[in-house]
Antibody
Framework: QLQLQESGPGLVKPSETLSLSCTVS??????????WGWIRQPPGKGLEWIGS???????YYNPSLKSRVTISVDTSQNQFSLKLNSVTAADTAVYYC??????????????????WGQGTQVTVSS | DIQMTQSPSSLSASVGDRVTITCQAS??????LNWYQQKPGKAPKLLIF???NLEVGVPSRFSGSGSGTDFTFTISSLQPEDIATYYC????????FGPGTKVDIK
């Protein structure tokens, strides 16, 4: 059974860089047909997709965060990582990693997030 | 950017009631819509993909319909374990989630 687990500091100072990792177990991060994504949820609010990475290193990001985000993959460790720089209080959220399914045949496509990690709380505060 | 709206933002219903949530996209997204369930303190779980297809293992009381800009999510007979927030999510162009609908038991 595929499982994902986020890890990283729970407290980050304003203007610094938020760094999180997601370790994948029960399956390979190099499986074809799957990207690996980050999604966040500010306290009491909805979900925001941050970006996704393929095992080859190919990435795509939410345009609203693109200038501050880097997502990378380490296939040797079966992990992928998130870096978000110049953080402010608005970046306080629960950060989730998830497997992103990706299926395109002809003119049809299907994309989905499943499973998800349990999430990790990150607070931006001095 | 594709924006998603949901209504209502919250609802309270009795066990056994039929519950309906609507989701609207700011532009035509064909059938490229998923529905997720998020229980308190837990990560979201995929329930429905392609607007109307039930994920494996999801109870048949859950269903979805719609295409284009207007979508509906239905619980045919609300159960206590269905207390959660439900999100729609488009994937026609990148990914955008709706603001969520919180479902409670009356």
């Amino acid at each position: 059974q595929l499982q994902l687990q986020e890890s990283g500091p729970g407290l980050v100072k304003p203007s610094e860089t938020l760094s999180l990792s997601c370790t994948v177990s029960g399956g390979s991060i190099t499986s074809s047909g799957y990207y690996w994504g980050w999604i966040r949820q500010p306290p009491g609010k909805g979900l925001e997709w941050i970006g996704s990475v393929y095992y080859s290193g190919s990435t795509y990001y939410n345009p609203s965060l693109k200038s501050r985000v880097t997502i990378s993959v380490d296939t040797s460790q079966n992990q992928f990582s998130l870096k978000l720089n110049s953080v402010t209080a608005a970046d306080t959220a629960v950060y989730y990693c998830a497997r992103q399914g990706y299926w395109v045949v002809g003119g049809l496509k299907r994309k989905w997030f499943d499973p998800w990690g349990q999430g990790t709380q990150v607070t931006v505060s001095s | 950017d594709i924006q998603m709206t949901q209504s209502p933002s919250s609802l309270s219903a009795s066990v056994g009631d039929r519950v309906t949530i609507t989701c609207q996209a700011s532009q035509d997204i064909s059938k490229y819509l998923n529905w997720y369930q998020q229980k308190p303190g837990k990560a979201p779980k995929l329930l429905i993909f392609d607007a109307s297809n039930l994920e494996v293992g999801v109870p048949s009381r859950f269903s979805g319909s719609g295409s284009g800009t207007d979508f509906t999510f239905t619980i045919s007979s609300l159960q206590p374990e269905d207390i959660a927030t439900y999100y729609c999510q488009q994937y026609d162009n990148l990914f955008t989630f709706g603001p969520g609908t919180k479902v409670d038991i009356k």
